[in-house]
């Protein structure tokens, strides 16, 4: 952990010293005209803090930009440490860190930094855009060389980057079709070129190709006012307590969705909005990892995912991003798609207070605390701090997220990390309870992303009275919950009768018996 914590500190040095040299400007630069082309791009980079104006408050979009712009934001983009230059000059340390990481040769660049503030051919800015961000991809000769209308004129040693880029839609050329490899870059253009590279970090091409593409999902969620996030800002965790941004205890109540590849439909801007309107000031979105969910099919479950926590974000509030294995239970198995997983969406949603991470949602079988999940946890929990430096991180733990005594007698060093603990009211009791009383006199932050009137197995019952002992229970401790799940099916859990409108305002009728339970006690 001394290393991760090494590395977070020299990235966010890196980012002070980006910062400091040249000053950092946010958006709402004097020459970037409303409504350009490019002007999105330009405000989302900035807004991200990957990119910084002059000094004078200009971004100067047809300016060329030079190879040590372009590189100091691929180290930031990629979240890579400064290494320590050669020369005084600004972006020595994350020229040298480029070179170090191979993303270029040093005759293209020469360390002793005669090219450094020269414009940056569009060859060299690709190959360092595709080392950086997308270092797998590949592109398919044949195919994409036919698009480049000028190919014979691309240096041999940038084939494969240019060709990756066309393949994944980062590169597109000009309108006559070329690709102008010598020529220079405008600072507008490297803009829009960072953005969809960065768009389609969120995977690889075998598992997410075309879920960022910024063409079809939308730039931006649209944030709404007057609600849960607009009032208490970025949550926070103090000892074991969830706070609000000033510092005061808050407590999140709220619905999960059951599986989005099932049930995605309730996931829809006016459901969750009759959700809140009952009082409701969370909801978490389960995306299942297996049973047909995201490893089966990344691009649509990324999609919809992300249309769920737009519309929640909407809504004014705070919103779950719940990577939901279960039949897969243990996290290392797939912790390389969980990691860009989270890298792709936490990137997203670095500016939105609104969204928190549950990684993992019920490790089970055959998995440690110490083997599998903790380690999990740290891979994971990297990836997201590389770009929401203070976002709530929920974690799981063995047996189906019932083991939080063993994360508390070795927890995860880290901030704003809260440990869940899911129960279901016609199976678990009072042993449970106590594991919670116990968890937090030692200091563990506790938070029931997931509990059920229901047994575990979704039906039976519902237990309503059993339900009542454990919410008075979390009551008396200010402890967070989602209640699962918020669909029609035929089973117990369920909150809504078979067939229930989308659209709502829902009443009584619509509700099943655990539905009116759980809606009566969102507010206390
Ligand atoms: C259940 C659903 C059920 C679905 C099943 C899929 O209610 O409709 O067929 O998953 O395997 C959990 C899990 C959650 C379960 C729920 C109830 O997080 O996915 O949903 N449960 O069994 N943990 C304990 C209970």
């Not at 067939?499 to 006690?521: A, H, I």
Request: one cysteine or more; aromatic letters at 10%; charged letters at 20%.
């Amino acid at each position: 952990m001394r290393g991760k914590m090494a590395y977070l500190w020299a990235a966010v040095l890196c980012c002070l010293a980006v910062l400091i040299l040249p000053p950092a400007e946010c958006a709402g630069f004097s020459d970037v005209e409303e409504d350009s082309w490019y002007e999105a791009a330009v405000d989302e980079m900035a807004e991200r803090g990957l990119l910084h104006g002059y000094p004078d408050g200009r971004f100067g979009p047809e300016d060329p930009i030079t190879a040590a712009q372009f590189v100091a934001i691929a180290v930031r983009c990629a979240g890579l440490p400064p290494a320590s230059g050669q020369t005084a000059h600004w972006a020595a340390g994350s020229l040298a860190a480029a070179l170090q990481a191979g993303w270029y040769d040093w005759d293209e660049l020469p360390p002793t930094g005669e090219t450094f503030d020269q414009p940056i051919s569009r060859q060299l800015a690709i190959k360092i855009l595709m080392k950086a961000l997308l270092p797998q991809a590949k592109g398919d000769f044949n195919r994409q060389s036919a698009r480049i209308q000028d190919f014979a004129d691309l240096n041999g040693r940038y084939y494969e980057a240019v060709l990756a880029a066309y393949e994944y839609g980062v590169a597109t050329g000009d309108e006559a079709g070329r690709f102008r490899p010598e020529s220079s870059l405008t600072r507008a253009e490297a803009c829009t070129l960072f953005l969809r590279a960065l768009a389609k970090t969120g995977g690889t091409k075998e598992t997410v190709s075309e879920v960022f593409d910024i063409e079809t999902s939308p730039l931006q969620p649209v944030v709404s006012s007057g609600g849960t996030v607009s009032k208490n800002g970025w949550l926070q965790v103090v000892g074991t307590q969830l706070c609000n941004e000033a510092g005061e205890p808050i407590v999140l109540r709220g619905m999960s969705s059951h599986g989005l590849q099932w049930y995605g439909q309730y996931t829809g801007r006016a459901s969750i909005e009759n959700t809140a309107a009952n009082g409701a000031n969370v909801f978490r979105v389960a995306m299942y990892t297996g049973e047909g969910g995201y490893l089966s099919q990344p691009e649509s479950m990324t999609q919809q995912l992300i249309q769920a926590v737009d519309n929640a974000i909407g809504n004014d509030l705070y919103v779950i991003i719940d990577w939901h294995i279960l039949s897969d239970g243990n996290p290392m198995s797939h912790v390389t798609e969980a990691e860009s997983f989270f890298s792709g969406m936490a990137a997203r949603y670095a500016q939105y207070p609104n969204v928190l991470y549950e990684i993992c949602n019920e490790p089970n079988g055959n998995v440690t605390w110490a083997g599998e999940v903790k380690p999990y946890a740290e891979r994971i929990i990297a990836a997201i701090r590389a770009w929401s430096p203070r976002a709530v991180i929920l974690i799981g733990s063995p047996t189906w997220s019932q083991d939080i005594h063993l994360a508390a007698a070795n927890p995860v060093v880290g901030e704003n990390l809260m440990y869940t603990l899911h129960f279901y009211a016609g199976t678990h009791g009072k042993e449970l309870r106590d594991r919670i009383d116990d968890v937090l006199s030692s200091g563990l932050p506790v938070f029931v992303s997931e509990w059920g009137t229901s047994r575990a197995d979704g039906s039976g019952g519902v237990f309503l009275e059993e339900s009542a002992v454990w919410l008075d229970f979390l009551a008396q401790r200010n402890i967070s919950w989602c209640n699962w799940s918020l669909c029609d099916k035929s089973e117990t859990s369920a909150a809504l009768r078979p067939g229930t409108s989308l659209e709502g305002p829902w009443g009584e009728v619509d509700m099943t018996d655990s539905g009116k339970f759980v809606f009566s006690r969102f507010l206390h």
